[in-house]
């Protein structure tokens, strides 16, 4: 077996072709009151805005589009917490196929729920005792449906790259160079893209991984330079963010891209989500509001900088958002 | 006395140019959910990222920036349930001059502590018993200070309807007509500035105020055709949105542009208050949602058409916001 080729600039503008009839382009957002309590001047892509309310349904929908016509019945397999789940139920909704989900027993209620809603069926798995990718390759191989991997693949981070084609765009566009780029990393896969379109327009531009504090998988792998685990046992309220370890080929890319990584601790993403309530306006879901955090924190040298901040997704239950913003 | 002039279109582009420097230009935004829901192919224009959290700040801003530079160390004025209250000390702090702002007892806490942290002195007083319009007069007289009205003003309505020329100029270079416009409607200045600035570019649109079911003051006005107070005696959740009569200025310009008045029950508001938290990804007010809500409860024939609604802004308390999104 062959190791699949690295994706390129070329793919990731050769994905937001595919993704331009059905992705919403999330154009930067900026606020006073953002840019005043850091001292930063700030850029937010808000990827909450995306279709299915994360940025990932730009790598599924580029990933399901690859699939020839003649495999498309047969339908496709993914295995996700919640917004990759929702990415392919919509982009196999759009394109016409059927898709299982396996999702964690445990899950947000309101991240199943939209899975539902877009037609796919939806396995759930115990987080503790069961292997997701197990689960799925078992149907995967009973269908004969193809799986979709939520971060290691070619044409899913081709597909999250458009984000960071995006940014880039939307930078040349106002005329403006950005000193750091910050985006949340779970398996790495919005990272890789990302840093593949910004350093090939804004090779100067500084990469930051964001990740809970005790899961900063990213953060060890990039400071040794080999993939790590983290050695996080309970959980974080970032859902979305629970990968063990990097991606094989994300890792690849962002080894090579990436200056490094920041955290923030469960506490400083809850007063993040309330921020971007109170001052932003934008419902963001705590794994979505990391790179958030760690700016407000100070755990990024942003004073007097550009900043771009991914707020990567919003999909958060109803009772935990009450929760965090009253604190 | 002469009567003040209406503000023209010409008025629009000159508050433009004023608002420039300090003004977030709210790019419309679009959301398939939302799409589908309808059936029509809506645009959002969403005042809630606006500086202060609502469009208040635009026709704020452009009357502080009319006072003469001698008349501003005796500083401004403005009675106010929140909104206008915060536009108008953010835009008294960025010009530096003192304000007061003359509020309910009873406004949300967020309003009042938004207001104090833009440098305002905030005076309460009882929405049942006292006369705020009387009070805010003998404070303005005792210190030389220049009332601003809340909507019944040239530079207030010119102000306000940069978000009419925002969304002509958004509209124009996606190269699409919209059928209808709807907006919320308080004292009406909101409306009459869009209706102006909407007008001169796209004549046939068709232009809706949006209010909470009961507080119906346009809808009666546009119908008879002459200024109509409500009849409610209640509260609403939309405490933005409960003027008791059109302004005589913004009813001139909205009874001769504004094709007539939907409106929405509490019940409809939240109902689209929790869709903005769970599809949009916005935030949003209650009374920032009663053109959404007319929307998606089917008050206005918007299937198959092009649609733009304004969401003219998102402070709201956290315990309220709580409630409305767990129903």
Redesign the interface.
Known sequence: MTDPVLPTFADIEAAARTLAP?A?RT?M?????LDERTGARVFLK?E??Q?T?SFKFRGAFNKLSSIPESQRAAGVVAFSSGNHAQGVAAAAQLLNMPAVIVMPSDAPV?KRERTKSYGAEVVLYDRDTEDREQIARAIAGQRGAVLVPPFDDPKVIAGQGTVGLEIAEGLMHLGVTSDLVAAPASGGGLMAGIALAIKHRFPQTGLLTAEPEGFDDHARSLNSGRRQPHHAEGRTICDALMASIPGELTFAINQRLVAGGVTASDAEVAEAV?FA????????EPGGAVALAALLAGRMDARGKTVVIVLSG?NVD??L??RL??Q
Chains 1, 2 share one sequence.
Do not use: M
């Open positions: 059905v919403v154009r957002l900026s606020s006073p009151a808000p909450v805005l279709r309310g309101s309330a309530f109170r001052e932003l306006k934008l419902v963001v919003g109803a009772e958002y009450a913003i009253r």
